[in-house]
């Protein structure tokens, strides 16, 4: 008898999550003002049946001309009460949220010793807290619906430390090393009655990318770059200009972005490049071998605590 129940539920369970996935999934992407954020909303707004589209704006107010079929809400990632509203306002009106696209972010560059404590403590503040606050406020609303996917806008900074790119590269490798961390329960836990939760938590590597990027950053004050290393700092800004300048097309991350949350597959990479030839370039220039797969990070499966 108990055995037929749990049958029953089980079919009851899959039943609602086919239901929920034929849905159009409801899509909250962060820092949709400008940039690849701007790039990724408009690319899903173009199918309204497979996607509700949400997007934040923080200091650009958008003209909504510009966001056709996008609600944007305004959220400043440093205060957490502003994302609690934000996650409040989707769960009320579509009582569910189906992948959160974490792509809020900014830069803070230049030599560690340079920097502010204000300077560092934002960086952190932005592109750590604010991202993992908001992880931490959309899983229970994925598990009311039995799905949902993190996608976490880290970099290629993110694998590798970047010289000059000191905190900006710290504040990504946090998100990543969080990420490797719940993706190894949140790929393999699954409810009572056995079937999957069907989270997920990816990171995504753009490199240089031609956006506004250079605007939103900070550096050290002009004064503050002592004789031995105005050299390398001098050139550090030149290559980022000129990186930023010559980057890839947002629209093409924004792509690369669209295929993941399209990806319903079990089996997901755990670290998204956007641009082919990155690890060649890697290799050849740096001797790097970066592990794509994300294998070497990602602890799967979960270890159960043996009682002895
Ligand atoms: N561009 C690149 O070369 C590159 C390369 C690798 C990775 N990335 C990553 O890609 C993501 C997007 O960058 P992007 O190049 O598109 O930058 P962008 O054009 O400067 O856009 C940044 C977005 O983040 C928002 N934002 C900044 N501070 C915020 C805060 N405190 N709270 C909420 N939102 C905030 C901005 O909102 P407002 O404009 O409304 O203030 C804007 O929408 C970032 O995480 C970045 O680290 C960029």
Not at 262 to 285: A, C, N
Request: hydrophobic share 40%; with cysteine.
């Amino acid at each position: 008898m108990r055995n037929s129940v749990r049958i029953l539920l089980g079919i009851i369970l899959t039943v609602i999550q086919l239901t929920a996935i034929a849905q159009p999934k409801v899509v909250l992407v962060t820092g949709a003002s400008k940039g690849i954020g701007k790039a990724l909303v408009l690319k899903l707004a173009e199918s309204p049946d497979l996607y509700k589209v949400y997007g934040t704006w923080n200091t650009t107010l958008p003209d909504p001309k510009d966001f056709p079929g996008i609600t944007m809400l305004k959220m400043d990632q440093t205060r957490y009460v502003e994302i609690q509203q934000t996650v409040g306002i989707i769960r009320k009106r579509e009582k569910r949220l189906d992948v959160l696209v974490n792509n809020a972010g900014m830069g803070v560059y230049g030599p560690l010793e340079l920097l502010t404590e204000k300077q560092i403590r934002k960086q952190f503040e932005i592109n750590v807290i604010g991202p993992l606050l908001l992880m931490k406020e959309v899983l229970p609303v994925m598990r009311e619906n039995n799905f949902g996917r993190l996608l976490n806008v880290s970099s290629l900074a993110g694998a590798v430390g970047i010289p000059m790119m000191d905190v900006y590269s710290g504040s990504k490798f946090a998100i990543e090393g969080t990420c490797a961390a719940m993706e190894g329960y949140l790929g393999v836990m699954k409810r009572s009655d056995g079937t999957p939760w069907n989270l997920s938590c990816q990171v995504v590597e753009p490199g240089y990318t031609r956006t506004e990027f250079k605007k939103g950053a900070d550096f050290p004050g002009a004064n503050e770059v002592p004789g031995y290393f105005s050299k390398s700092f001098q050139a550090f800004e030149k290559r980022l200009e000129e990186g930023l300048s010559r980057g890839q097309d947002p629209a093409e991350v924004a792509e690369v972005i669209k295929a993941a949350i399209d990806d319903d597959s079990g089996s997901k990479v755990f670290r998204i490049q956007t641009r082919q030839g990155v690890t060649r370039y890697l290799k050849e220039h740096y001797g790097i071998t970066l592990d794509t797969t994300g294998a070497s990070l990602v602890i799967r499966p979960v270890p159960v605590m043996q009682k002895k």
